[in-house]
């Protein structure tokens, strides 16, 4: 396998289960800064920042399934945003796609993708905060 991986090969697992029929997916990390300006820095006129707080955030963008055999569907997504229930998600390669092909995956493997465990993968704890259909 090449050491850089294709976006396709990447996915998001929600609870231990990918999210059905992804198209894209999107992690982004930022770092919060506070304001250090003062008055002993080129005699205050300029603005000083430092960082502080660092943060993280996950999109994806899906085709609409009814079906949770291949992953977790818009109503498994739904139910998680409307408890307001923690939920795991991690940012990896699925096991599948670790020897990936083109010609040689076709389909969801029976059973629904299983996150690698020999490749680098992110994770951590987040709500749903938005969840978006359009037709």
């Keep these: 396998m090449s050491d850089i991986v294709k976006g396709g090969q990447l996915m998001v697992f929600v609870g231990g289960k990918s999210i059905a029929a992804a198209t894209n997916h999107t992690l982004s990390l930022n770092v919060d800064t506070v ?4 008055k002993d820095l080129a005699g205050g006129k300029w603005a000083s920042e430092e960082p502080d707080k660092i943060n993280w955030s996950m999109t994806t963008e899906n085709l609409f399934t009814f079906d949770n055999t ?3 569907n818009y109503d498994d997504l739904m139910g998680i945003l409307i408890s307001r229930q923690k939920v795991d998600i991690v940012f990896a390669l699925a096991a599948t796609l670790e020897n990936y092909s083109d010609e040689t995956v076709t389909e969801v493997p029976t059973g629904g993708w ?3 465990t020999t490749q680098k993968w992110y994770s951590g704890q987040a709500y749903i905060t938005a969840l978006d259909v359009n037709a």
Excluded: A, L, T
């Design 70 to 72: 291949v992953g977790k």
């Design 114 to 116: 299983v996150k690698s």
């Design 35 to 38: 304001d250090s300006s003062n």
